[in-house]
Each structure stands twice: as structure tokens, then as C-alpha cells.
């Protein structure tokens, strides 16, 4: 039996989602790619603006991240804003994000308005005489709230009124819809360069979780052959938070049952348990009470019609609300809908994308946080 000091994990922060690595493994090309496009900034002039495009878990955020801490380790001409838009998805909470790195507080949420705000942050810049660089990551979000087209603008136009102001623009996305959604006038101002992440392959994400294994456990804790399974269950999902996840949370059980090594049936349990809903769980957590209301309702009840959904919330929605929510859902890749004839009329269906198990499974989880 394991000692209650003892554990098999030499660094458990690896396993850490927020974690960055010293050394990125298969992105050279892309960071290359994105210091070319930043490094006018470096030298006092503006930042091109970059569209960065690629499915989820293959590097996106942890590059930003690597390239930021770089630039500010070495440069004092150029201010660098990371924005979580699940998060950070209205104008005011973008512009109290960047408040907040050139400060260090962000500024109170009412009381100040958006306009007095936007002024301080861009007088700063001009003043301090440095560029800046801001990265909607899942700026997705953002277009759901309507809001991607006024801030983006804000940000790059900043110009026309601060003359010495020099800005730019690093947008992350997983969809490829981007150019269909932005507003012309917007397209024209932002001319972005891409920058595309291509998902892993399976060896590539065997290396990435074996390099992470030996990190993050004591030698011995668990086979290459187990790494190898983890990738294949990762593959499967197409996200290399998944394996990530499945690592950890498998290390866990088998501390959990005072194991010096991780077996098969760890993994296993970890996957079933816990590691397949990371990217459920990831889409669910930053819906609003309302809208996992909805789902819950989608998943409890298949094929349900719009006026039923309707009736079992009728009591926290209106109208317009309801439509929201649905094309949030909607565009979330949770549900999908379709029209159906019902006697002279038409009314839309819904069905859930996953499992119904497994939502109910993670709302269930949620509620209890």
C-alpha cells in the first residue's frame, strides 16, 4: 500500500489544460509563422493582423501563450492581450480585459462608460508609445453575442483617432466560416494572414502524450504501450486535451487504489468516467441556466417540437430569448434542428448531437459545482 505522502505523480501541473511547455512539439512551422507576423510590433511599428484557424486541441492557445511570454520578455515596445471570448464575450468585457493588462485592475462594470474606457487604454498606448497585439481566442463566441464586429473594429481603427496608436489583431478560430460571418467593412479593416494548425496526427499525439507522461509521473508509472492506447482513445475524440485529461485522471484512479503503476483498466475507467465528456463538458460549462434548461429538455425528450420546449420553460423565457438560446445551441454544434409538417403548418424539431446520456451526465455534474 502507497504511504499517504507518496504519490506516483513527479508534476501533476503538466497535466494542468492552462499548462505551456518549454518546447512545442510539431508546431515549428506555425510559430515561425506567427513571429513573422508580430515582429514589426517588436520593432515599434504595427503588429499584422492574423487569423489563426484549427480545430480544437491542436495548439492554438498554447502557442499564443508561448509567443506572448517571449515577447514580453524581451521587448518593451509591444503589449500583448490574451482574451478568452467564452469568458470575455461582450464589448465592455473584451476592453476590461486589456483595462486590466495595462493597468491592473479592470475598471468598474458600471457607472464608467464603454467610450471613457476605450479612450484611457488608447491614450495609453499612444503616450507609452507601444504597440499592441490582441488575441480573441474562440472568438466564436463572440459572433454568437453579435459583438465581434464592434470590437474588432474598435481595436483596429483605434487610428483614426489615436494617430500614434498601433494595433493588431490575432484571432482564433475552429470554425472556417470566419470571411462569410464578418461584416464587409470589417474584412477590409482586419485583411488577415492565415495561419492553419492541422490536427495531430496519431504519432504525432503518441510523442506530445509520452513527452507529457514522462513530465508529469515518476519513471515506471505507466508503459509506452499505455501511452500509445491513450493516444488511440485520443485520436477517436480529435482533441489532445482529451488524452491530456485521460492521462491525469487515470493516474489518479490508480493512486486512488494505492497502485504503483498505471494498468489498462485505469485508462479505461478514466475514459468512461470521465475523460470522453472534456469536450462536452467544454461546450455545456458556458451555457447560461436557460439554455442548459433547453438542452436538458432536447436530451430528456427526442424530437421534441419547438412548442413543447417552449411550454416546459414557458415560465423563464420569452420569445426572444427562447430563439437565442436555441441558435446558441445551435451553433455550438450541441443540437441540431429540423422542419417538420404538422397538419397545415410547419414546426422544428430538435435532437441532441451526443449522447443524452452523457449530456444529462454532464449537466448533472455541473449543477453540483
Not at 503616450?127 to 474588432?152: G, H, P, T
Amino acid at each position: 500500500m502507497l504511504m499517504s505522502d507518496e504519490t506516483i505523480f513527479r508534476d501533476e501541473q503538466v497535466f494542468n489544460p492552462n499548462y505551456v511547455p518549454d518546447t512545442l512539439l510539431f508546431r515549428d512551422k506555425e510559430t515561425q509563422s506567427l513571429v513573422a507576423l508580430l515582429r514589426p510590433g517588436l520593432r515599434g511599428g504595427k503588429p499584422h493582423n492574423t487569423l489563426i484557424i484549427g480545430p480544437p486541441g491542436t495548439g492554438k492557445t498554447s502557442i499564443v501563450h508561448h509567443i506572448f511570454d517571449e515577447v514580453e520578455e524581451i521587448s518593451d515596445k509591444m503589449i500583448t492581450v490574451h482574451i478568452n471570448c467564452k469568458l470575455s464575450n461582450t464589448k465592455f468585457s473584451v476592453l476590461s480585459e486589456i483595462h486590466k493588462k495595462l493597468f491592473g485592475f479592470r475598471p468598474p462594470e458600471t457607472g464608467v462608460p464603454y467610450t471613457r474606457i476605450y479612450e484611457k487604454v488608447m491614450t495609453h498606448i499612444e503616450r507609452k508609445d507601444i504597440s499592441m497585439v490582441v488575441a480573441l481566442d474562440d472568438i466564436d463566441f463572440l459572433f454568437e453575442q453579435k459583438y465581434a464586429n464592434d470590437i474588432m473594429y474598435d481595436i483596429l481603427r483605434a487610428y483614426e483617432h489615436f494617430p500614434r496608436a498601433r494595433t493588431g489583431i490575432i484571432a482564433l478560430l475552429s470554425k472556417e466560416d470566419f470571411k462569410e460571418v464578418l461584416a464587409t467593412k470589417l474584412y477590409s479593416v482586419f485583411q488577415p494572414q492565415e495561419v492553419v494548425f492541422a490536427p495531430y496526427s496519431m504519432g504525432e499525439m503518441y510523442e506530445i502524450l509520452l513527452t507529457r507522461a514522462k513530465m508529469g509521473f515518476f519513471p515506471g508509472v505507466i508503459t509506452p504501450e499505455l501511452v500509445e492506447y491513450v493516444a488511440k482513445l485520443t485520436v477517436d475524440q480529435g482533441d489532445l486535451r482529451v488524452g491530456i485529461n485521460l492521462l491525469s485522471a487515470s493516474g489518479i484512479i490508480a493512486e486512488s487504489k494505492a497502485k504503483r503503476k498505471i494498468e489498462k483498466e485505469d485508462i479505461d475507467t478514466a475514459y468512461e468516467k470521465k475523460s470522453r465528456f472534456v469536450i462536452l463538458k467544454e461546450k455545456i460549462v458556458v451555457l447560461s441556466l436557460l439554455e442548459r434548461s433547453l438542452l436538458k429538455e432536447i436530451a430528456l425528450n427526442k424530437n421534441i417540437r419547438s412548442g413543447e420546449l417552449r411550454e416546459k420553460v414557458k415560465e423563464t423565457v420569452n420569445t426572444r430569448s427562447f430563439s437565442q438560446a436555441i441558435s446558441k445551441l445551435e451553433s455550438y454544434g450541441i443540437i441540431d434542428s429540423s422542419v417538420v409538417t404538422v397538419g397545415r403548418g410547419r414546426s422544428r424539431t430538435f435532437l441532441p448531437r451526443d449522447s443524452p446520456k452523457d449530456i444529462l451526465s454532464v449537466l448533472e455534474e455541473l449543477s453540483k459545482c
